[in-house]
């Protein structure tokens, strides 16, 4: 069945009655996606204009189209809004029926921790037996649904059919990471969110963001659009985030490592494969009706690094805000599987390398904080320069590079532009290579440059021991970098196209 044009309308403000009476059976901002019946967003983008197609999806199907700026006459009814993005926002929570009011909905933003706060949460959720969709840089689940992620915040006609469908599917909870860009371009404006959590804001994206007191901003503005009943987490050893609390809005508390927040990690202990810390909270924390006890609740988590413990105090304490067993977060995080190239260990040979999506200097902090603590003979690290991302960010990643470089002394330092491993709108450019490598010049450290990624993993394995540590560090660039290491790895040891057999669980680091 489909929904009423008029209805939809009405949730633009427009009078109902100026439309025709039709049913609407979809809504997308894809032209390539229009099928009989739906109604087509047109949407000026950066590099495309959705009005330059809408000949297209009339010929696919389109009922009705929404336009922002005079356009030809068309056979069907055209809607002009003054602003296409949020009219879309507005137009599927509509259509959806407003999923997100029927759930609870937890949104995370930062610059980073998202995934893995993500994960964690969900994990604690399962172990709790507490149904929970998941929306996040990887992938959305449902329940017995896995869709592959194409950004980190869906559009905004994506985003609402996946709460739908979670709803449809019973889920309590959902799950969510929120992007700058998906704050800046409205794709969650019509979303009510129960909880809203923000981890930490360091400099990133400045590709679409003019600086970063825009891009911190754009974290502010998620903060204080929660539910009016809703409830805001809040990093109290971030800097960049403790400069938002004189402008919340919404009743929050705070958590951290450090001795002013709510919530505390204390007793932290680090080890090569996992951490513990005690959960401390010495005063009843209240929020809109929901108390919070003091409690002291002593927590391992299956994953290292200190980032990982603020991860899963963040994770911990946002399950006791919806009165999770004590004993299901001590266990869900004690058997925690860990994320996909996030500080991920692996064994290869007699060598051990950690996978990381390191992409701005805080993830390279964290990520050089753990290393510090493995055991190895020598260290080597194959890095893949951030594509799109502008000169800045590739500068600033540059000089925090050069540090460690010279404070963990690499063996060896090997970069890549994976030019045959991205897509065109993650290839780095001549600016941001040229303000890369002019960085560390300057700061006297001089790696071995590849174009490509294969070359650079071949040329690592050539100078790799036994005993050594492999760092593979990049986004989107590396992405591809562990599976084609091992694969070049066989290779060279002549092994069995079925590389599976040849190693196995992460032996003990200790």
């Excluded at 029926?97 to 029927?102: L, M, N």
């Excluded at 001795?259 to 090569?272: E, G, I, T």
Aim: proline share 5%.
């Amino acid at each position: 069945m489909g929904v009423p044009l008029g209805k939809l309308v009405s949730a633009l403000g427009i009078d109902p009655l100026s439309v025709p009476n039709m049913d609407i059976l979809g809504i997308t901002s894809d032209s390539r996606q229009v099928q009989f019946g739906y109604l087509f967003v047109a949407i000026p983008g950066t590099v495309q204009d959705g009005h330059d197609f809408i000949t297209e999806a009339i010929n696919r199907g389109a009922q009705a189209v929404v336009i922002e700026k005079p356009t030809s006459n068309y056979s069907c009814p055209l809607i002009t809004v003054s602003d296409s993005r949020k009219a879309l926002a507005k137009l599927a929570a509509c259509f959806w029926d407003q999923p997100s009011r029927k759930m609870k909905l937890v949104g995370i933003t930062g610059t980073n921790g998202k995934t893995t706060t993500a994960y964690m949460l969900s994990h604690i959720f399962r172990i709790a037996a507490r149904s929970a969709g998941l929306i996040s840089t990887l992938e959305v689940k449902c329940q017995t649904h896995t869709f592959p992620s194409k950004l980190t915040t869906p559009v905004a006609d994506t985003l609402q059919q996946y709460l739908a469908l979670m709803v449809d599917e019973g889920l309590e909870f959902a799950v969510m990471e929120v992007s700058s860009q998906g704050i800046n371009t409205h794709r969650i404006a019509e979303l009510h969110f129960d909880l809203g959590i923000l981890t930490n804001i360091t400099l990133d994206h400045l590709d679409t963001h003019a600086n970063f007191l825009e891009y911190r901003e754009a974290k502010n503005r998620f903060i204080n659009m929660l539910a009016p009943d809703g409830t805001v987490l809040l990093n109290a050893d971030d800097l960049g985030a403790r400069s938002l609390l004189t402008k919340l809005r919404t009743p929050y508390f705070t958590y951290g490592l450090g001795p002013f927040a709510q919530v505390q990690a204390n007793a932290v202990q680090l080890m090569s494969q996992n951490s513990s810390f005690l959960l401390t909270i010495s005063r009843p924390l209240s929020t809109n009706g929901k108390i919070i006890q003091p409690l002291e609740l002593p927590l391992v988590v299956n994953v290292p690094g200190r980032h990982n413990i603020a991860n899963a105090l963040t994770a911990a304490i946002t399950a006791l805000f919806y009165g999770i067993d004590p004993i299901a977060i001590q266990q869900a995080l004690a058997t925690f599987p860990g994320v996909s190239r996030r500080l991920q260990l692996h064994r290869l040979g007699e060598f051990i390398v950690v996978d990381d999506t390191a992409l701005n200097p805080a993830s390279f902090d964290a990520v050089f904080e753990c290393v510090a603590t493995l055991p190895y003979r020598r260290l080597l690290v194959t890095y893949a320069l951030r594509g799109n991302r502008s000169p800045a960010v590739n500068r600033a990643n540059a000089l925090t590079l050069a540090w460690w470089a010279k404070r963990l002394r690499f063996h060896d330092f090997l970069t890549t532009c994976s030019h045959e491993c991205v897509c065109e709108q993650d290839l780095v450019s001549s600016e941001e290579e040229a303000a890369f490598f002019d960085a560390l010049t300057a700061a006297g450290i001089f790696p071995a440059h590849f174009p490509k990624l294969q070359p650079a993993l071949k040329t690592v394995l050539d100078r790799i021991g036994p005993g050594d540590l492999l760092l593979l560090l990049g986004a989107q660039g590396m992405d591809y970098g562990w599976e084609l290491l091992q694969r070049l790895f066989l290779k060279s040891e002549g092994l069995a196209a079925d590389y599976s057999q040849h190693w196995d669980a992460l032996p003990s680091l200790t």
